[in-house]
């Protein structure tokens, strides 16, 4: 499928919606768990955390990314170098087949943004579709580890640029 996305630093009003977003169980970890959305504001609108919505030709959000240290997850070994990224997809968009659309437009943006010479994605385990489909992006599994505060395990991928 072909789509073309527009990237646009997080603005106030875009990050608002995007934080409005509820996924069932068990992506549901995924949910903002702060009930301080000003705070969550905060994060998603502070430059150095490098968040972009991301649009459809129509103007409507359908994603989001943010690359950097704000992508990790406590626990995991970061130590290598390679450029972290985080995404999330709309709720009433995931699991129709277009992830990896998806997944290759925040790449190239980010090849193109911040010339790395790797990117690092970290993946909750048990969500089989996200690691299938960065798999299918080039990534590679590093390690898996659990979270510090929780114990959920995550799997960390790099892909070499």
Same mark, same amino acid.
């Given at each position: 499928?072909?789509?073309i996305?527009?990237?646009q630093?997080? +603005? *106030?009003? +875009?990050a608002?919606?995007v934080?409005?977003?509820?996924?069932? =169980?068990?992506? /549901?970890?995924?949910n903002p &768990?702060?009930? &301080?959305?000003?705070e !969550?504001?905060?994060?998603?609108?502070d430059?150095? $955390?490098?968040?972009?919505?991301?649009t !459809?030709?129509q103007g409507?959000v359908?994603?989001?990314?943010?690359f950097?240290? *704000?992508?990790?997850v406590k626990?995991? /070994?970061y130590?290598s &170098?390679?450029?972290?990224?985080?995404?999330g997809?709309?709720? !009433?968009?995931?699991?129709?087949? +277009?992830?990896?659309s998806?997944?290759?437009? @925040?790449? /190239?943006?980010?090849?193109?943004?911040?010339?790395?010479? =790797?990117?690092?994605?970290t993946?909750?385990?048990? $969500?089989?579709?996200?690691?299938?489909?960065c798999?299918? =992006?080039?990534? *590679?599994?590093?390690? @898996?580890?659990?979270? *510090? /505060?929780?114990g959920?395990?995550? @799997?960390?991928?790099?892909?070499m640029?």
């Open positions: 499928m072909s789509m996305l527009l990237f630093p997080m +603005n *106030e009003e +875009n608002r919606f934080l409005s977003w509820r996924y069932e =169980a068990p992506y /549901d970890i995924y &768990d702060s009930d &301080d959305v000003s !969550d504001l905060k994060i998603f609108l430059p150095k $955390n490098a968040y972009y919505s991301m !459809d030709e409507n359908v994603a989001y990314c943010c950097g240290p *704000e992508a990790r626990g995991g /070994d130590r &170098d390679a450029l972290d990224v985080g995404m997809l709309r709720p !009433d968009l995931t699991g129709k087949g +277009n992830g990896l998806y997944v290759k437009a @925040v790449i /190239d943006f980010g090849r193109r943004t911040f010339s790395p010479s =790797a990117m690092r994605v993946v909750a385990a048990f $969500n089989t579709r996200a690691l299938r489909v798999e299918k =992006a080039g990534f *590679e599994v590093k390690h @898996v580890f659990r979270r *510090e /505060d929780d959920e395990r995550f @799997v960390v991928l790099e892909r640029m």
